[in-house]
T-cell receptor
């Protein structure tokens, strides 16, 4: 298995632009998580899905952030409009059994 | 409110010696604990886990200890190797939370030859 695949690996965008991050989870996994890593806050959970349904989005910082999972093999995290403080590494992870999540390589987002 | 805390941002150890990484938690509903290892420019990778019904789990050079009464867990690496140099994250999940992991801030381990 190729593992969790995220794209793009790096994204540089101007403030105010829309940014879309993509994730393909491991086939067969039924939970998908979006995390954000920053120096100040470490690894924080933004949202997670179970069987394609959003279960907990309490970590989504603002309405500018939205996430979708239209099917079991694809998820997106969208920021519109983006701001410099959104600059971080965004990780997608998937799991089958409770607790043991497998992470993608992350998307490093820079908003200038 | 930081439910999972790793109070040491960094740790330096000599090759061959023991590395001990510590983690404290506040939520008594946590029932499963994990350690992840992260190299630069990569995602965290699962290392070892422990259920709350156990107090020790061992996998090769890695052992995790859980002290529920103190709400404390630790990761022991023996013997430490230069390739172990990475950031180590402690994580916890609670029953009924669908596998949602809460992470600590991480401890950067440096193993010197």
């Amino acid at each position: 298995d190729a593992g969790v695949i995220q794209s793009p690996r790096h994204e540089v965008t101007e403030m105010g632009q829309e940014v879309t991050l993509r994730c393909k989870p491991i086939s067969g996994h039924n939970s998908l998580f979006w995390y954000r890593q920053t120096m100040m806050r470490g690894l924080e959970l933004l949202i997670y899905f179970n069987n394609n349904v959003p279960i907990d989005d309490s970590g989504m910082p603002e309405d500018r952030f939205s996430a979708k999972m239209p099917n079991a093999s694809f998820s997106t995290l969208k920021i519109q409009p983006s701001e410099p403080r959104d600059s971080a590494v965004y990780f997608c992870a998937s799991s089958l059994e409770v607790g043991k999540a497998f992470f993608g390589q992350g998307t490093r987002l820079t908003v200038v | 409110d930081q439910q999972v805390k790793q109070n040491s941002p960094s740790l330096s150890v000599q090759e061959g010696r023991i590395s001990i990484l510590n983690c404290d938690y506040t939520n008594s509903m946590f029932d499963y604990f994990l350690w992840y290892k992260k190299y630069p420019a990569e995602g965290p990778t699962f290392l070892i886990s422990i259920s709350s019904i156990k107090d020790k789990n061992e996998d090769g050079r890695f052992t995790v200890f859980l002290n529920k009464s103190a709400k404390h867990l630790s990761l022991h690496i023996v013997p430490s190797q230069p390739g172990d140099s990475a950031v180590y994250f402690c994580a916890a999940s609670a029953v009924g939370q669908g596998g949602k992991l809460i992470f600590g801030q991480g401890t950067e381990l440096s193993v010197k030859p």
